[in-house]
């Protein structure tokens, strides 16, 4: 009954494939989020969505592109990997509604490797 | 730029004792404060939050301050046990209504049997 999930937790692979990694929610929760921690452990948003409709699109490479098929569900594909893609990529939840802020929920991550 | 930042990386106590972890944010028209603890090896973990109509709010063992003259927060855990070892972050919504959280880059909490 996990809230956020991701897969794959682990995902390594070599400098130019082309990846993806998939979230659902089961919150009932109308937006998600995708964000990248690095080895820092800096956090920083990198997409949002809301009942599918892309708001958040923070300054990333467009070789990363999230696709959201229905409000429960937001995976992130990522194109010709490089090897400062290497991260922790988590995908997060909440309910937005009426701009009144609510908690976003985090899923355990998804740790990319670049070979 | 917004920054939120923290005052200390590591920050370690006695079992028992009380811990204080500190945040500073540099918007002063950030309406939402909130606090996630993080394991290794998993997801942030929501913790606390806080609108900025309130200075105080309190849960079960934890209470956040915002002081928001000085642009402050903090994150007061009540007698520490070895499971609060972790990362803490701060985060706050830059003044956006898009939901985008801006985040700390974490203190680490070692509890100390």
Same mark, same amino acid.
């Given at each position: 009954?996990?809230?956020?999930?991701?897969?794959?937790?682990?995902? =390594?692979?070599?400098?130019?494939?082309?990846?993806?990694?998939?979230?659902?929610?089961?919150?009932?929760?109308?937006?998600?989020?995708?964000?990248?921690?690095?080895? /820092? /452990?800096?956090? /920083?948003?990198?997409?949002?969505?809301?009942? /599918?409709?892309?708001?958040?699109?923070?300054? =990333?490479?467009?070789?990363?592109?999230?696709?959201?098929?229905?409000?429960?569900?937001?995976?992130?594909?990522?194109?010709?990997?490089?090897?400062?893609?290497?991260? =922790?990529?988590?995908?997060?939840?909440?309910?937005?509604?009426?701009?009144?802020?609510?908690?976003?929920?985090?899923?355990?991550?998804?740790?990319?490797?670049?070979? | 730029?917004?920054?939120?930042?923290?005052?200390?990386? *590591?920050?370690?106590?006695?079992?028992?004792?009380? &811990?204080? %972890?500190?945040?500073?944010?540099?918007?002063?028209?950030?309406?939402?404060?909130?606090?996630?603890?993080?394991? &290794?090896?998993?997801?942030?973990?929501? %913790? %606390?939050? %806080?609108?900025?109509?309130?200075?105080?709010?309190? @849960?079960?063992? #934890? *209470?956040?301050?915002?002081?928001? *003259? #000085?642009?402050?927060?903090?994150?007061?855990?009540?007698?520490?046990?070895?499971?609060?070892?972790? #990362?803490?972050?701060?985060?706050?919504?830059? &003044?956006?209504?898009?939901?985008?959280?801006?985040? @700390?880059?974490?203190? *680490?909490?070692? #509890?100390?049997?």
């Amino acid at each position: 009954d996990t809230a956020v999930s991701q897969t794959p937790k682990y995902l =390594v692979t070599q400098m130019g494939n082309d990846k993806s990694i998939k979230c659902e929610q089961n919150l009932g929760h109308d937006t998600m989020y995708w964000y990248k921690q690095d080895s /820092k /452990k800096f956090l /920083k948003i990198m997409f949002s969505y809301n009942n /599918k409709e892309l708001i958040i699109n923070e300054t =990333v490479p467009n070789r990363f592109s999230p696709k959201s098929p229905d409000k429960a569900h937001l995976n992130l594909h990522i194109n010709s990997l490089e090897l400062g893609d290497s991260a =922790v990529y988590f995908c997060a939840s909440s309910q937005e509604g009426q701009g009144v802020h609510q908690p976003q929920h985090f899923g355990d991550g998804t740790r990319l490797s670049i070979l | 730029g917004e920054s939120v930042g923290l005052h200390l990386p *590591t920050l370690s106590v006695q079992e028992g004792d009380n &811990s204080i %972890i500190n945040c500073a944010y540099s918007n002063s028209a950030s309406d939402y404060f909130i606090w996630y603890k993080q394991e &290794s090896g998993k997801g942030p973990q929501f %913790i %606390i939050d %806080i609108r900025s109509n309130m200075d105080k709010r309190q @849960g079960q063992r #934890v *209470t956040v301050l915002l002081n928001k *003259t #000085v642009k402050h927060l903090s994150l007061q855990i009540a007698a520490t046990q070895p499971g609060d070892s972790a #990362v803490y972050f701060c985060a706050d919504d830059g &003044s956006s209504n898009t939901g985008k959280l801006i985040f @700390g880059q974490g203190t *680490t909490l070692q #509890v100390k049997p």
